[in-house]
């Protein structure tokens, strides 16, 4: 019988009412006497790390998450972490880089309507996770809806439904339709052993671009911030007619501020050797997001300038495909 870790943090799963609207509340022993007759399948403790909604989850609770695996890995089987949905995906692609090669399912999961509630996803979603932490496999993965995504390749695209997830430029891990798992593709635990690394630099910064904006609004940032993202348009380019944009990316990365091209479009990803606005850009200085999504972006950003301020390594860490974030 496999032996899981439940780590509840808070999130709409866990919350009540209260005075001002929903407050999460709920302790995860509460949370799992709501799924009867798990233990006959494995056997789970819990531990309740925080208890946040996750607007206001940091990455200093990120580290904690990290932390609390790394201090358990050995003793249990596999993990589940219950958490908010609004910054459920930037949490599984951080995980996803400070906890590599685990040889463990790590499955996040959480609801869009508390579990207390009679009409609810909590219920299911929490089962699923808890199914999907019984695998073979290993890695970091958002178990949400029936639908396992790899963690560094989730985003919520929809606020109310309970399908809030999507993969982005890669395909569902795996589907769960009662209690059975369907994997789309063969997945393998890693021949290496877990590394644990949790060194984070949160000077971070994400630009999103739009007609109009002030090239001087980039001035503020070269003295703040050690590393920017910018949300450019279509395939990747960046305006340097009347309003020239380029020249302040350039003034940036000048100063050291390693600069991230990124596009606002969720599919596909960036290809700037297209057109005369992406090929303008110096490719050899700034970082190519390729097809990662903004919410592995800034906290692979984060935990690579937790390892190096130095930009040309800081591209070349960026631009290495870690947990499937690049294809």
């Not at 494995?42 to 201090?71: F, G, R, V, Y």
Request: charged residues 20%.
């Amino acid at each position: 019988m496999k032996k899981l870790l439940l780590l509840s943090t808070g999130g709409t799963v866990a919350s009540l009412e209260g005075e001002n609207g929903l407050v999460p509340g709920m302790e995860p022993d509460q949370l799992l006497s709501y799924i009867p007759d798990l233990n006959e399948h494995c056997q789970i403790d819990s531990k309740s790390l925080m208890n946040l909604d996750s607007t206001n989850m940091q990455p200093e609770c990120w580290i904690e998450m990290a932390k609390a695996i790394e201090e358990h890995y050995n003793e249990y089987d596999g993990f589940v972490i219950t958490h908010g949905t609004d910054t459920m995906a930037y949490t599984s692609a951080a995980l996803s880089y400070m906890l590599q090669h685990s040889k463990k399912p790590i499955a996040i999961t959480g609801s869009q309507i508390p579990i207390s509630f009679s009409k609810t996803d909590a219920k299911r979603n929490i089962a699923d996770a808890i199914r999907f932490a019984c695998e073979e496999t290993g890695g970091v993965y958002v178990v949400f809806d029936g639908r396992v995504i790899q963690g560094t390749r989730a985003i919520k695209l929809r606020t109310k439904s309970y399908d809030a997830f999507e993969s982005i430029n890669y395909p569902y891990v795996a589907s769960i339709h009662d209690n059975t798992v369907e994997y789309t593709k063969p997945v393998r635990s890693s021949k290496e052993e877990l590394t644990v690394n949790t060194s984070l630099c949160t000077d971070v910064a994400v630009v999103k671009l739009f007609p109009g904006i002030k090239p001087e609004f980039f001035d503020g940032l070269k003295d703040v911030y050690q590393g920017v993202v910018v949300e450019s348009y279509g395939s990747g380019g960046i305006p340097f007619q009347v309003r020239n944009i380029l020249a302040k990316l350039v003034e940036l990365t000048n100063h050291g501020v390693s600069v991230v091209i990124t596009t606002q479009c969720l599919e596909e990803g960036e290809d700037m050797g297209i057109y005369e606005v992406g090929r303008m850009i110096n490719h050899d200085s700034v970082v190519r997001s390729k097809n990662m999504n903004t919410e592995a972006i800034v906290p692979k950003l984060m935990w690579v300038l937790g390892q190096t301020k130095d930009p040309h390594q800081v591209k070349k860490m960026m631009e290495t495909s870690i947990a499937e974030d690049i294809n």
